[in-house]
């Protein structure tokens, strides 16, 4: 699946948020050495940056595109294109950041214990990943997929599916690495004065993408019309003419 910094970037503030309300729950360490996993267009980084301006950053992802994007926004700080299923450091770090990236990647019972034992003593790992899997913008999504239109090619995508465990899986599996696991969950109500439409936009950054690889450029337009159909269902227009869309979102800060 490629990833578009461009496409993913038009609601850089709605999804950038989560990331400063996440690092602030970050218990107090001096940071040395710092990572942004799944970094995407370094918007991220940016905010990891400014919580810990000494350190020495290092940005992970897998998309060059997303990679290019972050490189030319933090030249001075470090990019590396690698799959954070197999990241490896060779040195441990006091900060970890994956906001919004960690969904991605199914086994989360290999990767969280994984990407613990790469702290120092007193180190954070510090996630986010939505908890929107219920929500009607993926039901919708895997409903219109499973369509008699649409499931011969896009019937099997199952990336709006995996992985789901629950707060207290997260922490019996984090505790026995860690000495403190703070987990919460906030919904976000993201306005969007552009309607239906601006939520049809905001997943062609995200969740769209793996349905829309499945299909040839001059299918994408009728696809992304029922989607949007369903969606009108669902997410009713405001007085203002906007649209608010819901995302709850999923936060863990596991301490070494
Ligand atoms: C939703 S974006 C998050 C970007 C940014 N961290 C933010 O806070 O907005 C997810 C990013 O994770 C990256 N990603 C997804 N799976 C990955 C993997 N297995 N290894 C490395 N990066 C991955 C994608 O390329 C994308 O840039």
Same mark, same amino acid.
């Given at each position: 699946?490629?990833?578009?910094?461009?496409?993913?970037?038009?609601?850089?503030?709605?999804?950038?948020?989560?990331?400063?309300?996440?690092?602030?729950?970050?218990?107090?360490?001096?940071?040395?050495?710092?990572?942004?996993?799944?970094?995407?267009?370094?918007?991220?980084?940016?905010?990891?940056?400014?919580?810990?301006?000494?350190?020495?950053?290092? %940005?992970?992802?897998?998309?060059?595109? $997303?990679? !290019?994007?972050?490189? +030319?926004?933090?030249?001075? &700080?470090?990019? =590396?294109? /690698?799959?954070?299923?197999?990241?490896?450091?060779?040195?441990?770090?006091?900060?970890?950041?994956?906001?919004?990236?960690?969904?991605?990647?199914?086994?989360?019972?290999?990767?969280?214990?994984?990407?613990?034992?790469?702290?120092?003593? %007193?180190?954070?790992?510090?996630i986010? $990943?939505? !908890?929107?899997?219920? +929500?009607?913008?993926?039901? &919708?999504?895997? =409903?219109? /997929?499973?369509?008699?239109?649409?499931?011969?090619?896009?019937?099997?995508?199952?990336?709006?599916?995996?992985?789901?465990?629950?707060?207290?899986?997260y922490?019996?599996?984090?505790?026995?690495?860690?000495?403190?696991v703070?987990i919460?969950?906030?919904?976000?109500?993201?306005?969007?004065?552009?309607?239906?439409?601006?939520?049809?936009?905001?997943?062609?950054?995200?969740?769209?993408?793996?349905?829309?690889?499945?299909?040839?450029?001059?299918?994408?337009?009728?696809?992304?019309?029922?989607?949007?159909?369903?969606?009108?269902?669902?997410?009713?227009?405001?007085?203002?003419?906007?649209?608010?869309?819901?995302?709850?979102?999923f936060f863990l800060v596991a301490?070494?």
């Amino acid at each position: 699946m490629t990833w578009s910094a461009q496409q993913y970037s038009l609601f850089e503030a709605e999804r950038t948020r989560p990331v400063r309300d996440l690092l602030s729950a970050v218990p107090p360490k001096e940071v040395a050495w710092a990572a942004d996993l799944g970094c995407g267009p370094g918007n991220s980084t940016e905010v990891l940056l400014h919580r810990c301006p000494d350190a020495a950053i290092t %940005g992970v992802d897998s998309s060059s595109d $997303m990679l !290019d994007a972050a490189r +030319e926004r933090l030249p001075g &700080l470090r990019f =590396q294109q /690698a799959d954070i299923a197999a990241w490896q450091p060779s040195d441990p770090y006091d900060l970890i950041l994956a906001n919004a990236s960690l969904q991605w990647i199914p086994d989360h019972a290999a990767l969280f214990p994984q990407l613990a034992g790469c702290l120092t003593p %007193g180190g954070s790992l510090a996630i986010q $990943m939505p !908890d929107n899997q219920d +929500e009607p913008v993926k039901r &919708l999504l895997r =409903q219109v /997929a499973a369509s008699p239109r649409w499931a011969d090619r896009l019937g099997d995508e199952r990336s709006t599916r995996f992985p789901r465990h629950p707060a207290t899986w997260y922490y019996d599996l984090l505790t026995p690495h860690c000495r403190r696991v703070d987990i919460w969950r906030t919904t976000y109500w993201h306005v969007l004065p552009g309607g239906v439409d601006a939520i049809v936009e905001w997943f062609k950054g995200s969740a769209l993408r793996p349905f829309l690889a499945l299909l040839d450029p001059q299918e994408q337009p009728a696809f992304l019309q029922d989607y949007r159909d369903a969606l009108a269902q669902a997410y009713p227009v405001q007085a203002d003419g906007s649209v608010l869309l819901p995302i709850p979102r999923f936060f863990l800060v596991a301490t070494r």
